[in-house]
């Protein structure tokens, strides 16, 4: 699918990427295109799925999230059912914020954030161990986001 993208759509997602609420007349000056064409373009690559949604970035901070952690998770025991248990889990605990299965020793990364230290421990203590597939649970706290969310090289 990717080699169906040409210079300008390759532009378009780099641009859209950064500010996802540039008007069709803003990109177009970007792209050099007609405000129309461009129109057309972005609109292919939201149908063809290769721009998935848009969402506003809120500052954690400001929301009382003060502690950003990666955590973790290695599973005791591995079948369907607690996979599928522990996404549920990790679904509806309101501090997870991303979730991905991994190869090499953990078997699940979360991203989380925390209102406080106490909050990150509330989360591991009381949340993920009690977890009956969960055999280890390991956080490494976000000191400082150096590059955050970086535009995919399209």
Same mark, same amino acid.
């Given at each position: 699918?990717?080699?169906? !993208?040409?210079?300008?759509?390759?532009?378009?997602?780099?641009?859209?990427?950064?500010? =996802? @609420?540039?008007?069709?007349?803003?990109?177009?000056?970007?792209? $050099? !295109?007609?405000? =129309? %064409?461009?129109?057309?373009? @972005?609109?292919? !690559?939201?149908?063809? /799925?290769?721009?998935? /949604?848009?969402?506003?970035?809120?500052?954690?901070?400001?929301? /009382?999230?003060?502690?950003?952690?990666?955590?973790?998770?290695?599973?005791?025991? $591995? =079948?369907?059912?607690?996979? %599928?248990?522990?996404?549920?889990?990790?679904?509806?605990? %309101?501090?997870?914020?991303?979730?991905?299965?991994?190869?090499?020793?953990?078997?699940?990364?979360?991203?989380?954030?925390?209102? /406080?230290? =106490?909050?990150?421990?509330?989360?591991?203590? +009381?949340?993920?161990?009690?977890?009956?597939?969960?055999?280890?649970?390991?956080? +490494?706290?976000?000191?400082?986001?150096?590059?955050?969310?970086?535009?995919?090289?399209?």
């Amino acid at each position: 699918m990717p080699d169906r !993208l040409d210079a300008l759509d390759r532009a378009l997602l780099t641009y859209l990427q950064r500010n =996802s @609420r540039l008007t069709t007349a803003e990109l177009s000056d970007r792209v $050099h !295109l007609s405000a =129309s %064409q461009c129109a057309r373009r @972005r609109q292919r !690559l939201e149908d063809e /799925g290769y721009i998935t /949604g848009y969402r506003a970035v809120v500052d954690a901070l400001k929301i /009382g999230a003060s502690v950003e952690a990666f955590v973790q998770v290695t599973m005791a025991a $591995h =079948s369907r059912e607690n996979a %599928q248990d522990f996404v549920r889990l990790a679904e509806r605990t %309101q501090a997870v914020v991303s979730v991905w299965t991994l190869t090499g020793e953990a078997d699940y990364m979360l991203r989380v954030f925390c209102a /406080g230290l =106490s909050g990150l421990n509330d989360l591991v203590q +009381q949340v993920l161990l009690p977890h009956p597939a969960v055999a280890r649970v390991q956080s +490494q706290i976000v000191m400082e986001r150096l590059k955050d969310n970086a535009p995919i090289a399209p």
